[in-house]
């Protein structure tokens, strides 16, 4: 026996006596302190990259373009005929996509795939906006931001406001 742990005598138990460290016992952790600092641990919206969004946009463009190029091809026209009808398709859908980017916004996320990372990304920022608008949050509006304030309020560090103070009055009044 060693330290007070074990069998004071190993006679009798059926046991050679050797004393092990009990490895499934979990020991609590230290929860006050975090690697990480607490603004990291906020949501934060992922930010479409603008020259993939445009990339993609250009390639759907040459796509249709290669398209009506393959059947122009197929019916056996003129080269000349095939180049100026392909110039003129891809300046038309370049000005009705940029027409289109401005006023419409895209068809939301419907309409794309999971590995269309930044345009689910554009997609869900203006589901968001268009959310954040309909129920009148402000833009600056600060996630638990109410907590604070009122942590704040009882240490005495902000002063409530004016106009806060005559809205708990006038609901007093109304009871």
Known sequence: MSSNVGLTTPRGSGTSGYVQRNLSNLRPRDTSFSPYPTDSLKHRQRQPNAEILEHDRLRQIEVQVLELRD???????DEDEIEAQTEALRRKLLSRADGEEVKAGGN???????HQVHELAKAKIEESERLRRALGIREDYEEGGHWKRGEERLRGGVPEAKNEDASRNAKKERW
């Open 108 to 114: 939301g996320k419907k309409g794309l795939k999971v």
């Open 71 to 77: 059947k122009l091809e197929d019916e056996v026209i």
